[in-house]
T-cell receptor, first 114, second 112 residues
Framework: NAGVTQTPKFQVLKTGQSMTLQCAQDMNHEYMSWYRQDPGMGLRLIHY???????DQGEVPNGYNVSRSTTEDFPLRLLSAAPSQTSVYFC?????????????FGSGTRLTVV | KQEVTQIPAALSVPEGENLVLNCSFT??????LQWFRQDPGKGLTSLLLIQSSQREQTSGRLNASLDKSSGRSTLYIAASQPGDSATYLC???????????FGQGTTLQVKP
């Protein structure tokens, strides 16, 4: 049981480049989320999804796009990378329903934009 | 809008001391409250999950409580050890949206 898998673990981008951060879970979880973690700012929600085909914005969505075509995958796209997007990105998933059993996190992607 | 606050931001204690980390939240419709541990440069490890119908959960030397009426949760660490040094994060799941919202964390240092 792999849990939540994020790739790549590390990435360096040049300003203006685009890329996709991958997130996959094998627990059949309905809820999936993307966070960024910055020193002094804590973990902030970028986008989240409550099921395939359904996504919504979190606290800091600007500069990021998401889609959810399958239950398993929730990729995060940076359309035109900026130095302000240098951060550690975490993907998380959880089952839905009245008894939400807590979120499971991936190991993170450390992104540097130069 | 759910807001989660953790106090103190940092804490330094001698080994063996019992300690309490505090977490407060604004959304009384919270579904559950989850405590995580994060070591420097690492990911998040889930420590305890308290569902909305529960008042506390225990795992080894850790005990977490949840009081929805007052909007508070506490993480109690008994007989602290240097290996407990890390950042502890609390996060609440909104009952309306399923979103998980984090506090800023408490960085704990346990000195030998």
């Amino acid at each position: 049981n792999a849990g939540v898998t994020q790739t790549p673990k590390f990435q360096v981008l040049k300003t203006g480049q685009s890329m996709t951060l991958q997130c996959a879970q094998d627990m059949n979880h309905e809820y999936m989320s993307w966070y960024r973690q910055d020193p002094g700012m804590g973990l902030r929600l970028i986008h989240y999804s409550v099921g395939a085909g359904i996504t919504d914005q979190g606290e800091v969505p600007n500069g990021y796009n998401v889609s959810r075509s399958t239950t398993e995958d929730f990729p995060l796209r940076l359309l035109s990378a900026a130095p302000s997007q240098t951060s550690v990105y975490f993907c998380a998933s959880s089952s839905a329903g009245q008894a939400i059993y807590g979120y499971t996190f991936g190991s993170g992607t450390r992104l540097t934009v130069v | 809008k759910q807001e989660v606050t953790q106090i103190p931001a940092a804490l330094s204690v001698p080994e063996g001391e019992n300690l309490v980390l505090n977490c407060s939240f604004t959304d009384s419709a919270i579904y559950n409250l989850q405590w995580f541990r994060q070591d420097p440069g690492k990911g998040l490890t889930s420590l305890l999950l308290i569902q909305s119908s529960q008042r506390e959960q225990t795992s080894g030397r850790l005990n977490a409580s949840l009081d929805k009426s007052s909007g508070r949760s506490t993480l109690y660490i008994a007989a602290s050890q240097p290996g407990d040094s890390a950042t502890y994060l609390c996060a609440g799941t909104s009952g309306n949206t399923g979103k998980l919202i984090f506090g800023q964390g408490t960085t704990l240092q346990v000195k030998p």
